[in-house]
């Protein structure tokens, strides 16, 4: 992180993150030779999102500015999936909001108006909603902090990341996704985590790393720290999303897959998801004004059931194909997945249908029972798709 301002509103001044937050971000501003970081105080966030939403890019500044506040709704919810597509039965955790890398792809360049970091500061209230839902739960619940933020981007600054490790361990019924495409992995180390911690990776190619996430580790990078990872004991995941079509990217990525089975194991490795590139119509003009070089925005592109351009379905399938293939001639007992799609890409690529398993949620439950020591309860399956699944059958281009 380069924060350039921070902002407090009032509710967050009383807690004590938020003191520990300015006094470590102030620390590292002295340590890299850079003057102290000014700290506005607020009544609302109304004064934050105005004073970025007059920046000439208003995405770039919202990442270098700071707003610590509160969180006053539910800190556990569903992801956001939708009936059309096969959803994995997410449960995000919400700590935090933007992100410091810089993706040309990222949705929540325009997901958020405007962008801007935000740190929700009152832990306690998270943790005593974590207690509540973990001892009332009698089925496997997986959770992530990676879906609106970074799960480590924030290590730097607050020691959320070895509490909820923490917490976690002591459990049995759930496990903590961390996913990243950073190299922050110290927190972690020297942690009893009993395996409830899953430190995951997105990863992409050389080519799409280079030209499309600025900010983010190298590929050999994040791998090393997998490795380091899973020395510590930790279950791994990686998560392929977005797959990115061009000349030479099956090559590109059937060697990524290669290098990540050259460096951990297998047997460690809890899941793989697969999720090609797709978009709501508002971010294609942020790409272009922000990434002019970039033309991840001009393929073949068909709007699907869910609103979001998704590459046409032929296309889709077969670069599945080349992944599924690459991985299942290295670990071919690896659970790999799709994030968001339908029962005929299902079929065509991996010649099941979740259902046929007893639905995509159970699947995964049953890998993190298997490998992360639970002892909870899978899901049970109830289809209540099927209509969306019959009309995307019948849609073969979405």
């Not at 902090?145 to 361990?169: A, H, K, M, P, Q």
């Not at 942690?191 to 430190?199: D, G, S, V």
């Not at 299902?346 to 639905?359: H, L, N, R, T, Y």
Request: glycine residues 6%; charged residues 20%.
């Amino acid at each position: 992180m380069r924060i350039t301002t921070i902002y407090i509103d009032k509710p967050a001044e009383k807690y004590s993150e938020s003191a520990s937050i300015i006094h470590n971000l102030q620390s590292l501003a002295a340590r890299a030779g850079r003057a102290g970081i000014p700290v506005i105080r607020v009544e609302d966030a109304s004064a934050v999102y105005q004073a970025v939403s007059g920046a000439p890019d208003s995405v770039e500044t919202g990442k270098q500015v700071l707003f610590l506040t509160t969180h006053n709704g539910r800190f556990l919810k569903p992801c956001p999936g939708t009936r059309y597509y096969r959803c994995c039965g997410y449960q995000i955790l919400n700590i935090a909001g933007f992100c410091s890398l810089d993706c040309s792809y990222c949705i929540l360049q325009a997901y958020f108006h405007p962008p801007v970091l935000q740190c929700y500061v009152n832990q306690a209230d998270m943790f005593k909603e974590l207690d509540r839902v973990l001892g009332n739960t009698g089925r496997v619940m997986r959770i992530g902090t990676g879906e609106f933020t970074d799960s480590l981007i924030w290590n730097d600054v607050t020691d959320l990341t070895r509490r909820l490790i923490d917490r976690f361990s002591v459990q049995d019924r759930a496990v903590l996704e961390l996913k990243t495409k950073t190299v922050n992995i110290e927190p972690l180390r020297r942690m009893t985590h009993n395996r409830k911690t899953i430190a995951a990776w997105s990863l992409n190619t050389e080519t799409v790393i280079r030209t499309e996430e600025r900010g983010s580790a190298s590929l050999s990078q994040r791998l090393e720290a997998a490795a380091a990872c899973e020395q510590m004991g930790y279950p791994l995941a990686f998560h392929f999303d977005p797959i990115i079509l061009y000349d030479g990217c099956e090559a590109e990525y059937k060697a990524v897959i290669e290098h990540l089975f050259a460096s951990v194991s297998p047997e460690n490795v809890v899941w793989i998801s697969l999720g090609t590139f797709r978009f709501m119509p508002a971010l294609k003009p942020l790409i272009e004004d922000r990434f002019p070089s970039s033309t991840i925005a001009y393929g073949e592109f068909v709007a699907g059931m869910d609103r979001k351009m998704r590459y046409f379905k032929p296309l889709r399938i077969r670069i599945y194909k080349a992944i599924i293939a690459a991985i299942r001639a290295i670990a071919p007992d690896v659970l790999v997945y799709f994030c968001m799609e339908d029962d005929e890409v299902w079929e065509k690529c991996m010649g099941f249908v979740p259902a046929e398993q007893g639905g995509l949620p159970a699947m995964l439950d049953q890998s993190a029972v298997a490998r992360c020591n639970l002892s909870a309860a899978p899901h049970i399956f109830i289809d209540e798709s099927r209509d969306a699944t019959v009309s995307s059958v019948n849609n073969p281009s979405k």
